[in-house]
């Protein structure tokens, strides 16, 4: 198994403030022959399930705001929230599917 | 517009098998590179992906639960099944199906049902 680790476990920020989240995994999840990193981040609110937002480590999925934003390669990973919103307080989730999936613990972000 | 939905039992008893059913719409099974997984959630806890079937049948397994999993599909009736013997308390979870695309990040899920393995 690829294990993955998040990093914080939780953050508070101020509204309108950036959010950065990071993830690692225990081994390369970058594909070299089609040059793509195989991770997602999800967002989940209490009492629902998880919402993609991110997939190939950085291509935003369709209708989540342009405030979120993914970068890295290899096996070191983030996620910035440009300027918090309200509505962004949730639990983040990283997911490699390099080979058999696997989540990050995640990282629970809040209001400061 | 693509929705999935859980169902099965909400209480099962240490050493029974549990079954799940996933019925799904908006897709098909039958198309390349579709396929359906299952994902699990502790109270409080994180996700756990626990299996995933192909739209030609190939399947594949957590390897920490691989021994107690099967998931199957029935394509006919837009559904896919799994099941998981041996249940035990720490298998209390919310379970959830989800449809994956071309990669195996998953876009779509369903609402999830909440399973208490309890005597």
């Excluded at chain 2, 390349?32 to 996700?47: D, F, N, T, Y």
Aim: aromatic residues 12%.
């Amino acid at each position: 198994d690829i294990v993955m680790t998040q990093s914080p476990d939780s953050l508070a920020v101020s509204l309108g403030e950036r959010a950065t989240i990071n993830c690692r995994s225990s081994q390369t999840v970058l594909y070299s022959s089609n040059n793509k990193n195989y991770l997602a981040w999800y967002q989940q609110k209490p009492g629902q399930p998880p919402k993609l937002l991110i997939y190939w480590a950085s291509t935003r999925e369709s209708g989540v705001p342009d405030r979120f934003s993914g970068s890295g390669s290899g096996t070191d990973f983030t996620l910035t929230i440009s300027s918090l919103q309200a509505e962004d307080v949730a639990v983040y989730y990283c997911q490699q599917y390099y080979t058999t999936p696997t989540f990050g613990p995640g990282t629970k972000v809040d209001i400061k | 517009q693509i929705t999935l939905k859980e169902s099965g039992p909400t209480l099962v008893k240490p050493t029974q098998t549990l079954t799940l059913t996933c019925t799904f719409s908006g897709f098909s099974l039958r198309t390349s590179e579709v396929g359906v997984a299952w994902i699990r959630q502790p109270p409080g806890k994180a996700l756990e992906w626990l299996a995933l079937i192909y739209w030609d049948g190939d399947t594949r397994y957590s390897p920490s639960l691989k021994s107690r999993l099967t998931i199957t599909k029935d394509t006919s009736k837009n559904q896919v099944v799994l099941t998981m013997t041996n249940m035990d308390p720490v298998d209390t979870a919310t379970y959830y199906c989800a449809h994956r695309k071309s990669g195996s990040y998953f876009a779509y899920w369903g609402q999830g049902t909440l399973v208490t393995v309890s005597s």
